[in-house]
């Protein structure tokens, strides 16, 4: 018989685990004897503590662990959906409260603002104020009301609906449902789990497991959860809620506070005595750890805001340079450091004073009341925080971004929280607002300082574009579709078939590209394989995490700003900065230009077009003249080339639009006049005869070629320095207008056809086909002569409706000006023998400046000796002398101990806008900049100490422009002994043939991409092909198939030239097929080469043309051409840009631009060297 024992003495006879916890869930609930009621009292109790926990959560993650364990893992993922739909029902919420909000108080949301489309009318219509012009502007502002009305309501009920939906996702009976599935599927899956034993012993006192139970206790878990689901979603919803309305204050108070704590930005980078003196301390003691010698009590960092200065030299820059510098600069201590320490120190020095400032405020909180006070005197500004305040850490922050302010300021003044916030932000971020100043203006302007803050970023500054994984892609079908051509044409005519890119000329027609072999197209797939896999490889948060920088500027209120004063920006003259000015006033100082009768003369539209027909007439003339006679220039493309500015109506010509650039360097502001022909019928002969110029040019040793010819030739001069010698400096006045431009044209022309007939190689039998042959260089001759007279004979000028011919000289905007200007003055040197004359050291002109070392007995005498000897007919020059030193192009020539040295100048007034640190250039070209100034600087500099202080200079202008310190310490650890080393030396061009280029534009994409990965992977596979090929050797392999020749296959490459096939082997028989090999495409380097976003000064020229838009609307009644507004939307930019890229490149013509083509970018458009007729 056998009796089953109680919960108690089972314990005592076996007090195992199992026992244990069957005795715990019997005897739990007190004075409760049925088994129904035990069950139901342990529900209420387990319920109650549960809920008593959840209260006391703060999180959705503290709520979540509250779970019974069983049950936690099961319900996570449904809670934490949970949470997130609460979370987008309250974002849901608020984006309704602030559009009603909005709409309510008529401030449509840009993203809903529509436009009446622009209808075009007669301006005398439009202008009349009749009843008819009005209706026309009352029906469609009617209609864009109504339709504004429409898609506000339908705004308002979409997201009214969209929170609906989130109501009802959030809603307790759907939720508890789901929940309560889940809760019972789960303790369904685990009940087995659950059980426990029920002990029986038999008659001969055998212990035995009569049976398996459930445990109550998992039981009374399970109702437990069932009834309070409800409390866990209640909590959650609460949670999110508080949280939302928690954040939507702070967010408030601190966009708040960091807004006025921008705009007092001004007051806070200029540093009061307070600060001042600690970022003193903070910098001696630094330099004291350093070694480097007490700085001293008057050392201190100064702010190198670009003032005035009264001299303009770089040794005399105390606010560039550190203050031990300049008092000890010949010392012998400084002598025995390193190199790059000299020059870096100043940045080491700048990196102590972020430090000392920390350091400082704790020391300056220490002080007396009556000290901080006395501080806080003057603007009422920056007073002390409060002793709630001083318990804050150090927190860094930064004024653009309001999140990055702690909460700390919740509880403080208003005053206290931006005086916080300005203490707290970093020096680095500080100074990176260092480039806000003035800007030049002309007379009568006035900006305001906010709008005068933006603007000083420069016009080089680059706008934040949305990066975009799909130009990896686009980039390289746009490649393949390049290489497929230049592959068929190499093949088609061999590698010596003459082109110049120069003459290249893009056609409309557009063609499909060629089919390769198939082995060439899977070489192409495994590149697109390549492409594919590193898009995919880009992490997407990486790409969501990149935003605009700080300190963007506000486009739509410079926009307003210009438009509503009729201001407009313009470049100035020697590059000295934007500046700002009235539309009148550039327009009448224009046509002050133009109605000056001594130079120019007024023609009716009809003469205008006529003289246009008659250029046209001579450009097709000449054209044919190439095609017939010629047949080198024309297998060059001339012929073409002379016919690519031709309208096809024969009508519509496009005239230079003529425009001034001020020379705010003069007083009285002075005006420049420029014509640009660069659209213009006759330009392509101008070109033409330019680039005929050039080896004569670099041949002629009287003409200086840049900065780097200059000084490379002045260290290679040795001066007597027993003999005195002075500087003597000329500059041609007004040089091109004075050049006789008949006389200009005749000597030029002499001098071409000197240097082409010794160029020319004795007639022979086959003189036809040697393209130096003289009978080739007769006609060449003959076609540049009338290429001369065409390119630079009556020139036309539009201006608004006006129309003008130049009477004298060259203009400013045709191509070959600088060079008949250089030739026109090297006639007269040489003919003067100048650099023969033993008095003469040495003497070079770079355009219109003259320069010379003379040696002389005195000042006079030097002057008169080049005053006399130089003379250029119709021109006056007006020079100088000096016996110390002079300023030629960009630097000062100076004279100490009895030897020649130089060193960098900067003009009074330049702005030196360098590309800010916050524009969204890439990284690389940040830096390529930077090294670019080291490259500049090492060659205007003689010796290494000038070069070191040039660099000093140039460190505190980059951190100025708000670049980190350490960063550019480290580019100029790294480049500036190397930079100086090969200051001469010359640069090797790269072979064209060498480079393959993947084009596109800037975008962090790039970061992730390889192009030497990308080349390796194709030419690998095309090199591994031909091996296996030759030797018979074919796989199906699918990750790198190695096939062999389909018979079947179709493609393109029919006509190959002989020498350019190779063998191989297809079952054992021979086989020839096109070698890449042959053609260098294999040891070809790839690079990727990227064009610039949309810039300021894009949006400069869309905001001037806007200005001056209504001054145009009549031209197009008259003819020629109305300067097109640029298509740059300002509002998404990237957009068109991206558009843009989309273009196929797919025509023959084309495709035949990029066979030898100068693929790279060698210099990028803002970066690039502006030629001397724009700098003067």
């Known amino acids: 018989m056998s009796s089953q024992y109680s919960a108690a003495f089972s314990r005592a006879m076996s007090p195992t685990l199992d026992a244990l916890t069957q005795a715990v869930v019997n005897n739990t609930v007190f004075g409760v004897n049925d088994e129904a009621g035990r069950h139901n009292a342990l529900i209420d109790e387990l319920a109650t503590v549960v809920i008593k926990k959840i209260a006391e959560c703060r999180s959705v993650d503290q709520v979540i662990d509250c779970v019974f364990f069983d049950y936690r893992a099961a319900l996570r993922e449904f809670l934490l959906n949970l949470a997130s739909w609460c979370d987008k029902r309250e974002t849901v919420k608020a984006s309704l409260e602030r559009l009603e909000s909005a709409v309510s108080a008529g401030n449509t949301p840009n993203r809903l603002k529509v436009k009446a489309p622009e209808f075009q009318l007669t301006k005398e219509f439009a202008d009349a104020g009749s009843a008819e012009a009005l209706r026309v502007s009352t029906t469609f502002s009617t209609a864009r009301d109504a339709f504004q009305k429409a898609i506000n309501d339908g705004a308002i009920q979409a997201k009214k609906d969209e929170l609906t939906f989130w109501d009802d996702k959030c809603a307790l009976n759907s939720c508890y449902e789901a929940a309560a599935l ?41 109702s437990a959860l069932q009834t309070i689901l409800p409390a866990i979603f209640s909590h959650i919803k609460q949670i999110v809620n508080m949280r939302h309305r928690a954040l939507a204050i702070k967010i408030e108070k601190k966009r708040t506070t960091a807004a006025t704590a921008d705009v007092e930005m001004a007051d806070a980078t200029k540093p009061g005595p307070s600060i001042q003196s600690l970022i003193d301390k903070g910098l001696n003691a630094r330099l004291k750890k350093l070694n480097l010698g007490s700085v001293g009590k008057k050392a201190s960092f ?29 010392t012998s201590g400084q002598e025995s450091w390193p190199f790059e320490t000299q020059v870096v120190v100043d940045a080491f020095a700048t990196q102590a004073s972020n430090q000392g400032f920390q350091q400082g405020r704790q020391q300056e909180e220490r002080e007396g009341e009556s000290s901080r006070q006395e501080r806080s005197k003057g603007k009422g500004k920056g007073k002390s925080l409060d002793a709630r305040s001083n318990v804050v850490p150090f927190t860094s922050v930064r004024p653009a971004f309001p999140n990055s302010i702690p909460d700390d300021i919740l509880t403080m003044t208003k005053t206290d929280a931006v005086s916080f916030v300005h203490l707290h932000t970093p020096i680095s971020f500080l100074l990176a607002g260092q480039y806000r100043s003035s800007v030049h203006c002309s007379p009568g302007v006035s900006v305001p300082v906010d709008v005068a803050n933006d603007l000083s ?21 746009d490649f393949q579709r390049r290489i497929r051509w230049r592959i068929y044409f190499l093949f088609k005519e061999g590698m010596n078939k003459p ?31 390549y492409v594919q896999r590193t898009i995919a490889s880009i992490p997407e948060e990486a790409l969501t995490e990149m935003r605009k920088h700080a300190f963007s500027p506000k486009r739509d209120k410079i926009r307003k700003f210009l438009i509503d004063n009729n201001y407009v920006i313009t470049m100035t003259d020697k590059n000295l900065g ?3 000015s009235e539309r009148d006033w550039i327009l009448r100082n224009e046509l002050n230009l133009l109605e000056d009768e001594r130079n120019y003369e007024e023609l009716e539209f009809e003469v205008a077009q006529e003289v246009m027909k008659s250029k046209m007439i001579q450009m097709q003339t000449l054209a044919r003249t190439v095609e017939d006679e010629h047949l080198f220039l024309f297998e060059l493309g001339l012929s073409r080339f002379f016919l690519s500015n031709v309208p096809e109506d024969g009508s519509s010509f496009k005239y230079p639009q003529f425009h001034g650039i001020p020379k705010i360097h003069k007083k009285p502001t002075g005006f420049r006049p420029i014509i640009p022909c660069h659209s213009v019928v006759f330009n392509p002969a101008a070109k033409f005869v330019s680039k005929e110029l050039k080896p004569i040019i670099k041949s002629t040793p009287s003409i200086i070629h840049g900065t780097k010819d200059l000084f490379t030739r002045l260290s290679q001069l040795r001066i007597d320095s027993k003999r005195q010698w002075y500087f003597v400096t000329g500059d041609v006045v007004a040089f091109y207008p004075n050049i006789p431009l008949d006389l200009c044209i005749e000597i030029v022309c002499s001098m071409y056809e000197e240097w082409l007939l010794n160029a020319s190689e004795e007639n022979t039998a086959l003189a036809h086909i040697n393209p130096n042959s003289l009978e080739n260089n007769l006609v060449k001759l003959g076609i540049f002569k009338r290429a001369i007279e065409i390119g630079n004979t009556q020139l036309i000028t539009q201006h608004g409706s006006r129309y003008f011919r130049q009477k004298n000289g060259l203009a400013m905007g045709v191509a070959d000006s600088p060079d008949l200007a250089n030739l026109f003055g090297a006639h007269f040197e040489i003919k003067s023998k100048i650099l023969d004359h033993p008095n003469v050291a040495f003497y070079g002109r770079y355009i219109d400046d003259c320069f010379a070392i003379v040696y002389a007995e005195s000042e006079a005498l030097a002057l008169n000796l080049i005053k006399e000897t130089i003379k250029f007919d119709g021109c006056v020059i007006e020079w100088a002398v000096s016996s110390s030193g002079c300023q030629f192009l960009d630097a000062f020539i100076f004279k100490e101990s009895g030897k020649l040295h130089w060193k960098p100048f900067v003009k009074t007034g330049n702005n030196r806008e360098r590309v800010p640190w916050v524009s ?25 100490e000038i070069y070191i202080g040039a660099i000093r200079d140039l460190n505190a202008l980059y951190l100025m422009r708000g670049y980190p310190e350490n960063l550019v310490i480290s580019w100029c650890k790294k480049n500036i002994q190397e930079r100086w080393e090969k200051r001469f030396a010359l640069r090797v061009a790269e072979h064209d043939e060498s480079i393959l280029v993947l084009k596109t534009r800037f975008d962090q994409v790039w970061n992730w991409f390889s192009a030497a990965e990308l080349g390796k992977t194709v030419t690998e596979y095309w090199s591994a092909w031909y091996e296996h090929a030759e030797k018979g050797l074919y796989s199906a392999d699918s990750s790198r198939p190695l096939i062999k020749p389909d018979p079947n296959y179709v493609h393109d490459l029919d006509d190959v030239r002989p020498e350019l096939f190779t063998q191989i082997l297809v079952d054992g028989e021979t086989e020839f097929v096109p070698d890449l090999r042959k053609i260098g495409l294999l040891g070809s380097r790839w690079i990727v080469s990227r064009k610039r976003n949309t810039n300021l000064f894009d949006l400069a020229n869309v905001w001037k043309k806007t200005v001056f838009r209504k001054l145009d609307e009549d031209i197009a009644e008259k003819g020629g051409v109305v300067p097109e507004t640029q298509n740059v939307n300002e509002t998404y930019h990237s957009a068109l840009v991206e558009a843009a890229e989309q273009i196929s490149i797919e025509s023959d013509n084309e495709i035949i631009l990029h066979r030898r083509s100068i693929s790279q970018e060698r210099e990028h458009p803002e970066f690039g060297r502006i030629s001397k007729s724009y700098n003067r």
């Open 578 to 580: 934007l500046a700002v």
């Open 920 to 944: 969204h250039h890439p990284l690389d070209v940040k830096r390529g900049v930077y090294i670019g100034e080291l490259s500049r600087l090492a060659v205007l500099c003689s010796t290494k």
């Open 302 to 330: 100064r702010n190198p805001s670009p003032i005035i200065l009264d001299t303009n030299y770089y040794s005399n820059y105390p606010d560039f340079v550190w203050p031990e510098f300049v008092q000890g600069s010949s």
């Open 499 to 529: 082109f110049d890119p120069d003459y290249g000329v893009s056609s409309k027609k557009k063609e499909k590209p060629p089919v390769l072999p198939q082995y060439m197209e899977l070489g192409l797939s495994m590149g697109r394989r």
């Open 182 to 222: 889940i809760v019972k599927a789960t303790y369904d899956d685990r009940k087995s789990s659950y059980k426990l034993p029920v002990f029986s012993t038999d008659n001969k006192g055998v212990r035995r497991i009569a049976e398996w139970v459930v445990s109550p206790q998992k039981k009374a878990e399970c």
């Open 457 to 477: 970023l420069g016009l080089n500054y680059m706008f934040f574009t949305l990066p975009s994984k799909s130009l990896i892609m686009q980039a390289w079908n």
